[in-house]
């Protein structure tokens, strides 16, 4: 079932890259606005704030299909059927 998860949240690396710059997209807009918020216009602070709810949620869920593309790299490429005795004897 794991795998499972793995591979579905890391088969369109593309696609979690795409969300992951989004959510920086926004988290760099949220903190500017929260910025200009507490120099000049504090009620733009709250629009800072509840735009950076959003940008964590898309930057958290690129950065997880990106990290579910890499460890399904290595699941495929390290099998959990070989023994480790098996891994120390050369050919």
Avoid: H
């Amino acid at each position: 079932m794991f795998k499972q998860v793995i591979y579905r949240l890391g088969q369109q690396p593309k696609l979690s890259l795409k969300r992951f710059f989004i959510g920086l997209g926004l988290f760099c807009i949220a903190v500017g606005t929260i910025g200009y918020g507490y120099y000049y216009q504090p009620i733009v602070q709250l629009i800072g704030l509840i735009l950076l709810v959003p940008a964590l949620f898309f930057a958290l869920w690129g950065y997880l299909g990106i990290f579910a593309n890499r460890f399904a790299q290595i699941i495929v490429t390290i099998s959990p059927d070989d023994e480790a005795v098996d891994n120390d004897k050369t050919s």
